[in-house]
């Protein structure tokens, strides 16, 4: 068993050295690599959000990322004004007035 693991954990090693071959290849650093990821997950975020009704799951992604951003304090005055402490609180029926507020913030 021990000598799988050890197998293994040489591959994970192999990968990373590649991986961090093509971010030097590109130009780029660790950090920027990073914020193009977040970038893009905000984008596909947004792109969901604007293709489909208003969902539980398309609010809680909007919301996660309004708290990355860091308002939580909004996020949380937001759902205070539903009548809810929590996302699984609000109505069904706000979800597209509470998305649409949330996107605004």
């Not at 984008?43 to 799951?57: G, N, Y």
């Not at 205070?80 to 913030?105: H, I």
């Amino acid at each position: 068993m021990g000598s799988e693991l050890l197998r293994i954990a040489e591959g994970f090693s192999i990968v990373a050295e590649g991986l961090r071959g093509l971010a030097k290849a590109e130009g780029g650093t660790k950090e920027k690599t990073v914020k193009a990821q977040k970038a893009e997950k905000q984008e596909s975020v947004a792109e969901v959000q604007q293709e489909s009704p208003a969902t539980l799951e398309g609010i809680r992604a909007l919301m996660a990322q309004k708290t990355q951003e860091g308002k939580s304090k909004e996020i949380k005055e937001l759902l205070q004004k539903y009548g809810a402490a929590k996302l699984s609180a609000v109505k069904p029926e706000d979800y597209p007035a509470l998305m649409q507020e949330a996107q605004v913030l």
